[in-house]
């Protein structure tokens, strides 16, 4: 008994002891985006006092206003959420598809376009930038929704990960299918994908995260202001702003509010999806 | 083949067909153009002009390429294995059942997925060098205030501080995932034994976390090596800090779509890309010395 005890109050120190260096770090992790936060909400002096101030004399939400005003920042707005609800509905309707062909069904040569296809996975994004911008400019995508959605709707990646999803999958569902008589497609749509609702959550969070973010493909493929996204728009603001950082604060705040939000609503599915890709790779 | 299996197999190519051709076209295809247009001199708008080798030439003597080249290697043989590092003992903290582990795990992961341009904008305040946070809390303690971002000897690790606080949230999800994995059994025989905890750490945690910590490996050098957008936001208008920053993605930017150079920036990116193949292959080949499958 008194053992016991022992053993608990020990595990209780030990357990002190690793808050306590899980909470350190945890400032580190959280203080940029408090600095941020306090900052976007001060006037340009405030922002500029030695000793600086957490917390702002007056909340000035009307940086907010002032960016929205000075850029169109609505436009940059609409814009990566067209690219990133584009390439995630695309992702997920057609990795699934090809995805459900290889787990599933029996073709020739499906081994060897299998690995061709894995074979993409090894390719560095800057090694195809230059001649897709020659066949972006030579269909006349440039500048367009058309660049910056469909070259990324096709997946590798994504197709492998349902892939080994739906392999996990029992036979025995299908069989009963091909019993009552359905299509191959019927299989699919009516089996295979109201069963996998959360590998294709995990995969959408994948593109959403990626397309939310990308800098790269854009800055390439876009010089119209009209067609900048949310990271094109907010470095080129600072070009134009460089130190008058509650402004700056207030559009890095702006351009990163709904990807936390939509972490912090689905962020089991964010975890295990990364762990599940850690585990299957 | 019987009437059914040809109809399977014709159903199979159509399911596939959209995702092979799209790969073919916007990836595989440029992957092959790619390599062709590294052995050619081109603006971009006349037809490309073949010059062999000449390309590799230039670069092997081309200072700022090779200065790139270094700085790459610099940041990630510094972000790599400090990430990994750190990622390691926080997954091993929270691992050890304490209360608020979802709490902490959702701290340490929003860095990862917090847009990486709006990240660089506010570490470039954090380390404004007059009114920046870092050198305020630098200064009251009376420790020395470097100028993160404007001193060349420091510039590139200022961007590694900020690649390895974004990246640790991620390597530190995949760790522990690959912890949990692992049977209580093994520690609660060496307790009997009376082995130590970093003994037990180092004899059973280590080599059982092997594929995680490999996974982990290969993914960050491969990242690392293809560092761009930090750079561009935190240095990419000062010309005069390119040199101590300037990566090799970076160099492929400007001379692809600022100088127009669009053969010799395609050589560059296959010198990196052989760099991140060889790279991987190395470390495939050294797994089989410490990553044990279970």
């Keep these: 008994m008194v053992q016991l005890a022992a053993d608990s109050l020990k595990r209780r120190s030990g357990h002190l002891w690793v808050h306590a260096v899980l909470l350190l770090g945890s400032v580190f992790m959280v203080v940029p985006f408090l600095w941020m936060l306090s900052t976007s909400l001060k006037t340009y002096a405030e922002s500029m006092q030695v000793p600086p101030v957490w917390i702002p004399s007056d909340w000035h939400f009307d940086n907010y206003s002032k960016v929205l005003e000075t850029v169109n920042f609505t436009r940059y707005y609409w814009n990566t959420f067209f690219m990133t609800a584009g390439r995630t509905i695309g992702q997920l309707l057609l990795c699934s598809l090809a995805a459900y062909a290889f787990a599933c069904l029996r073709f020739p040569g499906k081994s060897i376009i299998f690995v061709a296809m894995l074979s993409v996975l090894m390719i560095p994004s800057q090694v195809v930038m230059i001649p897709s911008f020659v066949i972006m400019r030579n269909l ?21 990960l349902l892939r080994q999803f739906f392999m996990g999958l029992p036979k ?35 593109t959403i995260l990626a397309s939310w973010n990308d800098l790269q493909w854009p800055l390439i493929m876009t010089s119209e202001e009209s067609m900048r996204v949310l990271s094109i728009g907010i470095s080129s603001f600072q070009g134009q702003h460089a130190t008058d950082y509650p402004l700056l604060m207030a559009a890095a705040v702006m351009a990163t509010i709904p990807i936390i939000l939509i972490f912090i609503f689905f962020q089991r599915y964010f975890i295990e999806g990364i762990a599940m890709s850690g585990i299957k790779g | 083949m019987g009437r059914l299996a040809v109809r399977e197999a014709m159903w199979a190519y159509l399911f596939i067909a959209p995702v092979v051709l799209g790969l073919a076209v916007f990836y595989m295809a ?20 073949f010059i062999g080798l000449e390309n590799f030439v230039e670069l092997a003597q081309d200072e700022v390429y090779l200065r790139s080249l270094w700085n790459t290697l610099l940041y990630t043989f510094a972000t790599v294995p400090l990430t990994c590092a750190l990622a390691l003992v926080l997954a091993a903290l929270l691992n050890t059942s304490i209360k608020g582990m979802t709490a902490y795990r959702t701290i340490y992961f929003i860095p990862v997925i917090t847009m990486p341009i709006a990240v660089g904008m506010v570490w470039r305040w954090l380390y404004n060098s007059q009114y920046g946070l870092i050198n305020y809390v630098l200064g009251s303690l009376h420790l020395p205030q470097p100028n993160w971002l404007f001193d060349e000897r420091i510039a590139l690790m200022s961007i590694v501080i900020i690649s390895v606080w974004s990246g640790i949230g991620y390597s530190a999800v995949i760790l522990l995932a690959g912890l949990q994995g692992i049977s209580q059994n093994y520690y609660e025989a060496a307790d009997l034994d009376g082995a130590s905890k970093i003994y037990q750490f180092f004899k059973i945690t280590i080599p059982l976390l092997g594929p995680s910590l490999f996974f982990v490996l290969v ?10 957008d930090l750079v561009y936001i935190m240095v990419g208008r000062n010309d005069s800090l390119l040199d101590a920053t300037r990566t090799v993605v970076y ?8 100088f127009f150079n669009m053969g010799y920036a395609s050589s560059q990116a296959f010198v990196l890309f052989v760099v991140i193949l060889l790279f991987t292959i190395v470390q495939m080949y050294f797994q089989k010395k410490w990553v044990h499958y279970q």
């Design chain 1, 140 to 160: 006349d995508w440039l500048d367009t929704f058309y660049v910056l959605i469909i070259p990324g709707i096709f997946s590798a990646f994504g197709t492998f």
């Design chain 1, 172 to 206: 025995e569902l299908e069989e009963a299918a091909k019993i009552d008589g359905s299509s191959y497609f019927g299989i699919y749509w009516r089996i295979y994908l109201p069963l996998s609702s959360s590998a294709l959550v995990s995969l959408a969070i994948f």
């Design chain 2, 30 to 49: 440029p992957a092959v153009a790619s390599f062709y247009l590294s052995l050619t001199q081109w603006d971009g708008l006349s037809s490309p002009s």
């Design chain 2, 219 to 228: 993914i960050s050098f491969i990242n690392s090596f293809q560092v761009f």
């Design chain 2, 251 to 258: 160099s492929v930017w400007e001379n692809g779509f600022k």
